[in-house]
């Protein structure tokens, strides 16, 4: 690791891995250098960059229980008795609801499903909800996306005669539930390294397995059945959650999602294609996915109940679909609306907390919407560059979701809170997790959060590094070498697009736009004559946007730090800098 900008105009220090830096010889030396420096060895090279779902396909039985599960699924239908899905109320969770659904339905099951609310249910099982899916006839409950905290819902369902499957992906407590099978890739038992995974992943590879297990016990019943399963075909809905969720797209999570954008784009899931055309999105990516398709059908969870989400998924009337679909973008428009109008109040109060020095961001208001606290911590966290909780409260009680940063496992911090007594719910992953407490042990939680963020970073405050992947000369930057970087998509966590800095750019011309007026567009003279636009998002009233604005800097020699894309404007295709930072 090297610096080659110890603070930039933004403040932050540029480090390259290794010989990043030294010269190369053509776009594809480039791209070889780039997958070097990310950690990946010259023999996987080309595994990594076609990802095939049969290339990096386990054997489903090496999770943990997996037999089990499969076997006590397979007697369920065997003996047509009603199955019960419980899922969660965002877009991993329903996802992952939909795939079960889907499959079970496919064989004649008779199958019911049952997503919680997060303003009355809140995550997970619920004692309510699981004694209803048992009056209601249901033998088997298979939950998707949560279980592995439900040890009380679990004991009940058991002694009123259901069998239990639990699949997850949730960091389990020291006991986890007795469950006939608890399929979770984090158990500590679990040797099968799949602990990436999505919900949707893990409801997937169960899939596969109950799959195969039907096919081996030779039934005449399923067979037909069993023969018209495509199984890929659910992989649209696999790469939606796990983009969703924020999981790395590395592994088999790579080979989902590049796998299922392209089934994504044979639109053969109505709901999803319905939803596609409301939103005008083309072309699947992980950014319409994430951005566009994700945002909607989280909407639903958020504000009510995110069953119409799940229904839009599962529908195969096209009038149904398109009413879930307006009815979905109409709810994100709303969702939007009550974020914004929160996040003014908690950029106050997270200044605050910054001018106290804080390393962590705890930041609660009376009565705010609860479905939007993971967006405004994501956003908060982003701006900061701090691990971020935001919470609502309300009638003593307190609900939020944190963000964090590299280097410090907010669910972990959870985890040992909730061990503490100082939340009373609570989980997550290292990046995001959720939480409840009571309103007098606010305080206590966050000197804790503090505290225990201070020690995962050693007692030093986040330093907002960024990792370059590659140094150029500007003149580089064209289509040429956009078409070579694409070959490393899909992008996303964990695989994210190469930074670059491109050197010797002189700025020619810049202006303000966007509504609002927040963003810069504008070009700069490369070494060999040639211009390279730009645009810059969210910089206007930055250092840099100031510093770019000044008519005086016009012809000032500098160095760009950000993403190279593709841009399609009226029919003509070029090469576009997304600039995020620049050093003089």
Same mark, same amino acid.
């Given at each position: 690791?090297?610096?080659?900008?110890?603070?930039?105009?933004?403040?932050?220090?540029?480090?390259?891995?290794?010989?990043?830096?030294?010269?190369?010889?053509?776009?594809?030396?480039?791209?070889?250098?780039?997958?070097?420096?990310?950690?990946?060895?010259?023999?996987?090279?080309?595994?990594?960059?076609?990802?095939?779902?049969?290339?990096?396909?386990?054997?489903?039985?090496?999770?943990?229980?997996?037999?089990?599960?499969?076997?006590?699924?397979?007697?369920?239908?065997?003996?047509?008795?009603?199955?019960?899905?419980?899922?969660?109320?965002?877009?991993?969770?329903?996802?992952?609801?939909?795939? #079960?659904?889907?499959?079970?339905?496919?064989?004649?099951?008779?199958?019911?499903?049952?997503?919680?609310?997060?303003?009355?249910?809140?995550?997970?099982?619920?004692?309510?909800?699981?004694?209803?899916?048992?009056?209601?006839?249901?033998?088997?409950?298979?939950?998707?996306?949560?279980?592995?905290?439900?040890?009380?819902?679990?004991?009940?369902?058991?002694?009123?005669?259901?069998?239990?499957?639990?699949?997850?992906?949730?960091?389990?407590?020291?006991?986890?539930?007795?469950?006939?099978?608890?399929?979770?890739?984090?158990?500590?038992?679990?040797?099968?390294?799949?602990?990436?995974?999505?919900?949707?992943?893990?409801?997937?590879?169960?899939?596969?397995?109950?799959?195969?297990?039907?096919?081996?016990?030779?039934?005449?019943?399923?067979?037909?059945?069993?023969?018209?399963?495509?199984?890929?075909?659910?992989?649209?809905?696999?790469?939606?959650?796990?983009?969703?969720?924020?999981?790395?797209?590395?592994?088999?999570?790579?080979? #989902?999602?590049?796998?299922?954008?392209?089934?994504?784009?044979?639109?053969?899931?109505?709901?999803?294609?319905?939803?596609?055309?409301?939103?005008?999105?083309?072309?699947?990516?992980?950014?319409?996915?994430?951005?566009?398709?994700?945002?909607?059908?989280?909407?639903?969870?958020?504000?009510?109940?995110?069953?119409?989400?799940?229904?839009?998924?599962?529908?195969?009337?096209?009038?149904?679909?398109?009413?879930?679909?307006?009815?979905?973008?109409?709810?994100?428009?709303?969702?939007?609306?009550?974020?914004?109008?929160?996040?003014?109040?908690?950029?106050?109060?997270?200044?605050?907390?910054?001018?106290?020095?804080?390393?962590?961001?705890?930041?609660?208001?009376?009565?705010?919407?609860?479905?939007?606290?993971?967006?405004?911590?994501?956003?908060?966290?982003?701006?900061?560059?701090?691990?971020?909780?935001?919470?609502?409260?309300?009638?003593?009680?307190?609900?939020?979701?944190?963000?964090?940063?590299?280097?410090?496992?907010?669910?972990?911090?959870?985890?040992?809170?909730?061990?503490?007594?100082?939340?009373?719910?609570?989980?997550?992953?290292?990046?995001?997790?959720?939480?409840?407490?009571?309103?007098?042990?606010?305080?206590?939680?966050?000197?804790?959060?503090?505290?225990?963020?201070?020690?995962?970073?050693?007692?030093?405050?986040?330093?907002?590094?960024?990792?370059?992947?590659?140094?150029?000369?500007?003149?580089?930057?064209?289509?040429?070498?956009?078409?070579?970087?694409?070959?490393?998509?899909?992008?996303?966590? +964990?695989?994210?697009?190469?930074?670059?800095?491109?050197?010797?750019?002189?700025?020619?011309?810049?202006?303000?736009?966007?509504?609002?007026?927040?963003?810069?567009?504008?070009? #700069?003279?490369?070494?060999? +004559?040639?211009?390279?636009? #730009?645009?810059?998002?969210?910089?206007?009233?930055?250092?840099?946007?100031?510093?770019?604005?000044?008519?005086?800097?016009?012809?000032?020699?500098?160095?760009?730090?950000?993403?190279?894309?593709?841009?399609?404007?009226?029919?003509?295709?070029?090469?576009?800098?997304?600039?995020?930072?620049?050093?003089?």
């Amino acid at each position: 690791m090297r610096k080659i900008v110890e603070r930039s105009m933004q403040g932050r220090a540029w480090i390259t891995a290794g010989d990043q830096d030294l010269p190369f010889v053509g776009e594809e030396d480039l791209l070889r250098r780039i997958l070097a420096g990310r950690g990946i060895a010259e023999q996987d090279f080309n595994k990594f960059l076609n990802p095939s779902v049969k290339e990096y396909m386990p054997d489903p039985f090496v999770l943990r229980d997996m037999q089990t599960a499969v076997r006590v699924i397979s007697d369920s239908i065997i003996a047509h008795e009603k199955i019960a899905v419980y899922g969660d109320y965002d877009v991993d969770g329903i996802t992952s609801t939909a795939i #079960f659904v889907k499959y079970l339905r496919a064989l004649g099951v008779d199958v019911i499903w049952h997503l919680p609310t997060r303003e009355g249910e809140g995550y997970g099982l619920n004692v309510d909800a699981v004694r209803e899916l048992h009056d209601a006839g249901a033998k088997t409950l298979i939950t998707v996306d949560c279980g592995i905290s439900g040890n009380a819902e679990v004991e009940m369902a058991k002694s009123l005669g259901m069998r239990v499957v639990i699949t997850d992906h949730h960091s389990p407590d020291s006991v986890i539930p007795d469950a006939d099978a608890v399929v979770n890739p984090k158990r500590i038992d679990d040797e099968s390294g799949l602990n990436y995974l999505a919900g949707v992943g893990v409801a997937f590879l169960t899939l596969v397995a109950l799959n195969r297990e039907l096919k081996n016990r030779n039934l005449s019943e399923f067979s037909e059945k069993l023969k018209s399963i495509n199984l890929l075909n659910l992989l649209d809905c696999v790469a939606l959650g796990t983009i969703c969720d924020t999981m790395a797209l590395v592994g088999l999570n790579r080979a #989902f999602v590049a796998t299922g954008l392209k089934v994504m784009d044979l639109r053969h899931n109505l709901g999803l294609k319905t939803l596609m055309d409301v939103a005008k999105v083309k072309k699947m990516s992980v950014y319409a996915a994430g951005f566009v398709l994700g945002p909607r059908l989280n909407a639903a969870g958020r504000l009510d109940s995110a069953s119409p989400a799940l229904e839009l998924l599962l529908t195969d009337n096209p009038l149904i679909a398109y009413d879930l679909a307006i009815k979905l973008d109409a709810m994100n428009q709303e969702r939007i609306n009550i974020q914004n109008a929160i996040m003014i109040q908690a950029t106050d109060l997270a200044d605050e907390c910054c001018r106290r020095g804080n390393c962590s961001l705890f930041i609660c208001g009376d009565n705010w919407h609860g479905g939007v606290m993971g967006i405004i911590a994501g956003r908060l966290k982003d701006r900061y560059n701090l691990p971020t909780c935001v919470a609502t409260r309300s009638d003593g009680v307190v609900n939020g979701s944190g963000r964090s940063v590299p280097g410090v496992d907010l669910g972990a911090i959870i985890h040992d809170a909730l061990a503490l007594g100082l939340v009373s719910e609570g989980g997550g992953h290292a990046a995001a997790a959720g939480f409840s407490l009571h309103t007098d042990q606010e305080k206590a939680f966050c000197d804790f959060l503090e505290k225990s963020v201070l020690e995962q970073l050693g007692g030093e405050k986040p330093v907002p590094d960024i990792i370059v992947d590659a140094q150029m000369d500007a003149a580089g930057a064209t289509m040429k070498l956009i078409n070579v970087l694409k070959q490393m998509e899909p992008f996303g966590q +964990g695989n994210q697009e190469p930074v670059l800095v491109l050197r010797g750019a002189v700025l020619h011309h810049v202006s303000v736009m966007g509504h609002g007026g927040t963003h810069l567009r504008g070009d #700069f003279i490369t070494s060999n +004559g040639s211009r390279l636009s #730009f645009v810059g998002f969210n910089l206007v009233g930055t250092p840099v946007g100031n510093f770019l604005l000044d008519d005086a800097n016009i012809n000032t020699k500098m160095m760009l730090l950000g993403r190279l894309k593709e841009n399609d404007y009226n029919g003509r295709v070029s090469a576009q800098f997304i600039l995020e930072d620049i050093a003089v």
